[in-house]
């Protein structure tokens, strides 16, 4: 098993460090920690929709590589065999030796990770922040409440 990636790490760490700051300026009626933790969560979630979106990209760009490398390679084995008459078991071995001059390796796959946990996570962390929005509004109106009775 892989370390975290320092993104993901990151992003996960926000809410915590939201609350040790809360905790540390003594900050922590609900109405301060909620919002805080909302910034935290919805920061967290930012991070985490742009890896998604990097890891997506890199998997696009990467695929399109090897589908173009595909291409090539198969353009350059079906069109002379096409042109020069021979059938597809006919080859000389000048063509051979051009062949592997032309060969190039198909694109490594630097994206081993599908951008879909990422993505899932962002939701999660801006349903968290939404959670925490609400929550502080609902303190809120129970904190003008308490202090301001209806007559």
Aim: some cysteine.
């Amino acid at each position: 098993m892989g370390l975290i990636h320092p993104v993901t790490l990151t992003a996960l760490l926000w809410p915590p460090v939201a609350y040790l700051l809360c905790q540390r300026f003594d900050l922590l009626d609900a109405i301060n920690l909620s919002m805080f933790e909302a910034a935290a969560f919805s920061f967290g979630g930012l991070l985490l929709w742009l890896r998604s979106r990097y890891l997506g990209t890199t998997y696009l760009n990467e695929r399109q590589a090897r589908k173009t490398t595909f291409l090539r390679g198969v353009r350059r084995d079906v069109v002379p065999q096409s042109r020069g008459g021979g059938g597809a078991l006919s080859s000389s071995p000048s063509h051979e030796k051009g062949k592997e001059e032309e060969e190039q390796p198909a694109p490594r796959t630097v994206a081993r990770l599908a951008p879909v946990l990422p993505a899932f996570m962002a939701c999660c962390f801006f349903l968290l922040s939404s959670c925490c929005v609400m929550s502080a509004v609902v303190h809120t109106i129970w904190y003008v409440r308490s202090e301001y009775p209806v007559p």
